[in-house]
């Protein structure tokens, strides 16, 4: 059963790759990359419905220019499969963004279709298929080669290095599968490439990527615009933080000692209040019963984050009127966790 799937426009997510040069730096860079062993797949979930409806969004424009008519079909793809989103949307954005310039007239079609499955392991097989110049026998020799250009009438003044396809081919490799290419029966051809992708519960890390990713989609959704008042003398640790808790869609002020946490708090109502034990001026425990004084009206939550995770030194900001503790080196998965739990507490 195929289901036909025409993707809308979009926002124009794709405007600084439309220059040449820069599209020729990216694939050279990211071909280095892939020689010298530092693309890594990264197991998560995977839409594939959404890694190719970004692609059809990226290079609408380019081919709305052209007037071409972009547009993809999904046949049989099981749901809850886990991969690395980011080189499969690479690989289709290679042979799309090709398909586009070597076809001066007629359709680019993106179709993603299973060809294997198991108890464990979906093996997916991802096309695009174009009515431009096509693709000879002897032409389908030097394709997936670095720098190699095919020669036949037309192709010249479409430009390209070469790079994206062999870049294709590696990307596949890295995900289990393999590429290649075919002519396209009536003309035109098609650009392939498979990928072995894992399916529901085989893996605890994509299963803990999971979670995280809903517990960061609660917080958005349930408490953005929450402010928050970070306590961090160290400048790199506070620079993460600042972006871990702004990625939630949070609002986060900044103290670099313990008696700009005091003022701040003081003059401004938070929601939480992430505090570093170790602070100059005024250390977080000091700080903190200041602002226990001063602020006892709005008793904002206070988390303590330390280094130090010994039951003496937990006793000491329970003590000091602190809330809960958050251990150095601070996770992602850990932070949004505790925001959670004590921003749900507070708006009960």
């Known amino acids: 059963m195929t289901d036909g799937v025409l993707f809308p426009r979009g926002e124009r997510a794709f405007q600084a790759a439309g220059s040449y040069l820069v599209e020729t730096i990216n694939m050279v860079l990211d071909f280095s990359k892939i020689e010298a062993g530092k693309f890594t797949p990264k197991l998560r979930p995977v839409r594939i419905d959404r890694v190719i409806g970004n692609v059809v969004s990226m290079l609408h424009d380019r081919a709305t220019e052209k007037n071409l008519i972009l547009s993809a079909t999904l046949t049989s793809v099981p749901p809850n499969l886990f ?23 007629g359709t680019v079609t993106l179709r993603a279709l299973l060809m294997e499955e198991t108890g464990g392991e979906a093996l997916l097989r991802f096309e695009v298929v174009d009515t431009g110049v096509g693709v000879t026998p002897a032409d389908l020799a030097k394709l997936f080669k670095p720098y190699e250009q095919i020669e036949h009438a037309g192709a010249e003044h479409h430009g390209g290095t070469g790079l994206g396809l062999v870049i294709t081919r590696q990307l596949a490799r890295l995900m289990g599968g393999d590429a290649g290419a075919d002519a396209a029966p009536g003309g035109g051809s098609i650009f392939w490439f498979s990928a072995r992708l894992k399916k529901n519960g085989v893996s605890a890390e994509a299963r803990n990527l999971q979670l995280r ?10 408490h953005g615009g929450s402010r928050i008042l970070l306590a961090e003398d160290e400048p ?6 600042v972006a871990l808790v702004e990625r939630v869609g949070m609002t986060v002020d900044t103290a670099q000692d313990g008696a700009q946490a005091v003022e701040l708090a003081q003059a401004r109502d938070y929601d939480l209040i992430l505090m570093d034990v170790q602070l100059p001026v005024i250390d977080g425990l000091e700080a903190t019963r200041r602002i226990r004084r001063l602020r006892a009206d709005s008793d904002p939550p206070i988390v303590a984050v330390t280094a130090n995770a010994f039951a003496e030194d937990r006793e000491r900001c329970l003590a000091a009127g602190m809330d809960d503790f958050l251990a150095k080196p601070v ?5 949004y966790a505790m925001l959670l739990r004590w921003l749900g507490r507070r708006a009960v």
């Open 236 to 241: 790199i640790s506070r620079e993460i933080g």
């Open 83 to 105: 991969g690395d989103p980011h080189l499969l949307q690479q690989a289709l954005l290679n042979y799309a963004a090709n398909a586009i310039r070597f076809t001066d007239r």
């Open 213 to 222: 990713e809903e517990v960061e989609s609660i917080l958005r959704s349930e």
């Open 331 to 335: 996770l992602p998965e850990t932070l």
